[in-house]
């Protein structure tokens, strides 16, 4: 896929699928830092109690829905460096050459944790739909089937989020995992058609990139197997909105 197709399904869908983007050498090494740093801090927190999102987390970890865990992870930590990136030139197509590194990390799904709540990133700056202010890059680091949850999007729905020019809607509810977002809230009271569930599984390397105000969740993991997903994201220069880390606490404090 060109850049300009990718640019045009960005900004209709919120999303695009990039199959095989990263190599196996990159791939390995991601994984090799993820399940390192995911299994010293999960250690390291022991069994001290964890709320559910980013306020009731540690600096360190946060627990987004009932068993998915996610881990910051620098690019430093991870030995990577963000415009060598194989999705770097994908990432300036939307958000310009001066885009920022917000966050990066892994999110990892136990087997059994059930489906989260529908949930956009960040909220809208302008009443007008602009184009994105913050992009997420997922990788799959290994093949993730249905079975093991992959992230589930409502094509479209980066349009309708915006609470801004919609009253019925609330930016808190809509990025906080409230159990009244579903994509067919967005539509209520309207002629609008409901936005378009997509969901595939991916191989190992694949990359799903998406518009941070698009409505999307990870599924539920039926597998025996822990299901990891590395994520960076990025925003443009000057944009400072930060809703994914937001704990002033950390898990080596007593």
Same mark, same amino acid.
């Given at each position: 896929m060109n850049l300009s197709t990718f640019r045009n399904n960005i900004q209709t869908n919120g999303y695009v699928v990039l199959e095989n983007l990263c190599d196996e050498k990159l791939i390995a090494q991601i994984l090799a830092v993820a399940?390192?740093?995911?299994?010293?801090?999960?250690?390291? =927190?022991?069994?001290?109690d964890i709320g559910i999102g980013s306020a009731a987390g540690f600096n360190e970890i946060v627990q987004r829905s009932p068993g998915r865990w996610d881990v910051p992870i620098s690019p430093d930590e991870f030995g990577v460096v963000d415009n060598k990136m194989?999705?770097?030139d994908h990432?300036?197509?939307?958000?310009?050459?001066d885009a920022e590194h917000s966050f990066s990390g892994v999110v990892s799904s136990d087997p059994g944790s059930p489906a989260q709540r529908w949930h956009t990133d960040s909220p809208h700056l302008n009443s007008e739909h602009r184009h994105a202010h913050a992009v997420n890059v997922l990788i799959a680091l290994q093949d993730i089937s249905l079975e093991m949850g992959p992230t589930e999007?409502?094509?479209g729905s $980066?349009? =309708?989020?915006? $609470?801004l020019a919609n009253p019925s809607l609330v930016a808190d509810e809509l990025i906080y995992q409230d159990v009244d977002t579903p994509p067919e809230q967005l539509v209520k009271n309207s002629e609008l058609p409901v936005p378009e569930r997509f969901k595939t599984s991916m191989h190992a390397g694949t990359c =799903?990139?998406?518009?941070?105000? =698009?409505?999307h969740r990870g599924l539920a993991n039926h597998s025996a197997e822990v299901r990891h997903v590395a994520y960076f994201s990025y925003r443009q220069r000057g944009y400072s909105e930060n809703t994914h880390f937001e704990s002033s606490r950390s898990i080596h404090e007593r």
């Open positions: 399940r390192r740093k995911a299994a010293a801090t999960r250690t390291a =927190l022991g069994e001290r194989p999705w770097w990432v300036t197509a939307i958000l310009g050459d999007v409502a094509a $980066h349009q =309708l989020t915006n $609470h =799903l990139i998406f518009d941070d105000r =698009l409505l």
